[in-house]
């Protein structure tokens, strides 16, 4: 692929998203009977995507109950050779608090697998020389508890590397299999390697439950696991207008781990490290790295990798910081980290076309769900909240017609359905929620249900904008870089 295509590939997401925010504009005002059947139109879209999407959380909840119930170490010990398996667990650390990852790595060691089948690697970089004193320190301590305790340091200034976490795991997981594999012995055909951000704690069946996996799977060789990314860690300590947002991103994790043909490895995922080796590992000039390490080995391998869910949480922090407003800045460079996922696509227009083996009609899917789910990204919120307001106002005439006059009462009769979705997600919630702290007041639990009343601000402003951000920076050629999302005591 050319340069120029490339280019063209990354404008049109940008084109395509302003395009059709700015239709309410000048469609209301041109074609305004054209641009509310639109509008209604979009409207029982996102209601079957809500119900669809409620459907699988639901789902989800009570297989992760199922999940969580079952002994899944006496699962394992029915297979002879269960004890041969190893993981290695990245622990990512870059500018953290020792307590984030100290947290992190005590709860690791309550897993229920035999810690010595557990290779602990605290990735950390060069850049921050303080967070490798301290993990060298920690590796001291905990060395005879796991199998092994390794921390690798990514040189901060290496030709062509974009800094963050893709370059900083690459370079950790290739330091593992140097030491462990080829150094010491450890058989590639039996180990697992897990993603595992620094604040992520992963439930204390999650490594028993890979390894069922993994014995149990004819393919292991083509797959990934996912557990459910939850942003439970700091949610009582959160502004309600962060939390809100966490919870949606929670209550839409969950839900994936049930929509096996959406599902794509994100932020804290595992795989064979036998396939992570066959690709290449990660890239090392990207940011944003999860989408792209599973397209990158989905296409090497003409569409046979695939996502397995593992219906367990790994709890990971909500952006936080010091204060509500820099809390506020924190969570929207986060999003729009997320949203800047966008910039894979023309990456994975040139796999799709460059690979001509495998069914071209399962990987076109794949590849139509995640530009769909980016497409859509800044635009649903105007759709749904502003559109009907915009015709309105840059149309008054319209509304003294027939459909203008209804338009409004339509719109909100067919999005009147998601109330029902939105109890149903508020339920799971309380039920998946951790306790409330001692420390923080009665009164905020009971508030919780009608914090959501925030969710049109919520929905703009650390959904619709940051999307669009990430969207127009991408059109414009203002390539963002990596910044590491702050984590506090």
């Not at 967070?131 to 060298?136: D, G, K, L, S, V």
């Not at 396939?275 to 990207?286: A, C, K, S």
């Not at 559109?387 to 459909?403: K, Q, Y």
């Not at 029902?420 to 929620?433: A, E």
Request: charged share 20%.
């Amino acid at each position: 692929m050319t340069r120029r295509q490339r280019r063209i590939l990354e404008i049109i997401p940008g084109f395509i998203a302003w395009n059709l925010i700015l239709f309410l504009v000048w469609g209301g005002y041109f074609f305004p009977t054209l641009t509310a059947y639109f509008i209604l139109a979009f409207n029982v879209y996102w209601v079957y995507k809500g119900f669809v999407g409620t459907v699988a959380i639901v789902a989800s909840h009570y297989k992760m109950k199922a999940y969580e119930h079952l002994d899944w170490m006496k699962e394992v010990e029915g297979f002879k050779d269960w004890r041969e398996v190893k993981h290695i667990i990245i622990l990512l650390v870059a500018n953290e608090p020792r307590d984030t990852f100290e947290r992190t790595i005590e709860a690791l060691s309550h897993q229920t697998l035999p810690l010595s089948q557990i290779a602990l690697v605290m990735a950390t970089e060069e850049r921050f020389p303080e967070n490798t004193r301290i993990c060298n320190e920690i590796a001291e301590g905990v060395g005879k508890k796991f199998g092994a305790a390794l921390v690798t340091v990514h040189p901060k200034d290496i030709v062509g590397e974009i800094k963050g976490k893709s370059s900083n795991e690459a370079w950790a997981a290739r330091e593992a299999k140097r030491i462990l594999v080829d150094e010491q012995g450890w058989n590639i055909d039996h180990i697992t390697i897990t993603s595992n951000d620094a604040d992520a704690i992963i439930h204390k069946q999650y490594l028993a439950c890979l390894t069922y996996k993994f014995l149990d799977d004819p393919h292991k060789y083509e797959r990934f696991w996912q557990p459910a990314v939850v942003f439970y860690n700091n949610i009582w300590k959160l502004p309600a207008a962060t939390r809100v947002v966490n919870t949606f991103a929670t209550l839409w994790q969950m839900g994936l781990l049930s929509r096996k043909d959406r599902l794509v490895s994100f932020s804290n995922y595992s795989a064979s490290l036998k396939l992570i080796d066959q690709i290449g590992y990660w890239d090392t000039d990207v940011i944003p790295e999860d989408y792209r390490i599973f397209f990158k080995a989905f296409f090497k391998l003409n569409g046979r990798v695939e996502v397995e869910p593992i219906f367990l949480a790994s709890s990971a922090d909500a952006a936080e910081s010091t204060n509500t407003w820099k809390t506020f800045v924190n969570d929207y460079e986060q999003k729009k980290r997320w949203a800047w996922g966008v910039s894979d696509i023309p990456t994975f227009v040139e796999m799709f076309l460059a690979n001509r083996e495998g069914s071209p009609v399962n990987k076109l899917l794949r590849l139509w769900k995640v530009v769909e789910d980016h497409l859509l990204w800044p635009v649903n919120w105007f759709m749904i909240t502003a559109g009907v307001t915009i015709v309105s106002i840059v149309n008054p005439a319209f509304g003294r017609t027939s459909l203008g006059y209804t338009l409004p009462r339509l719109s909100s009769w067919i999005l009147s359905v998601t109330v029902l979705f939105l109890v149903v997600l508020l339920i799971v919630d309380m039920q998946r929620r951790p306790p409330r702290p001692a420390g923080v007041p009665r009164w905020r639990a009971w508030i919780v249900p009608f914090e959501f009343i925030l969710m049109p601000v919520v929905g703009l402003f650390f959904g619709a904008l940051p999307g669009l951000d990430a969207h127009t920076r991408l059109m414009l050629g203002k390539y963002i870089e990596y910044r590491i999302t702050e984590k506090v005591k």
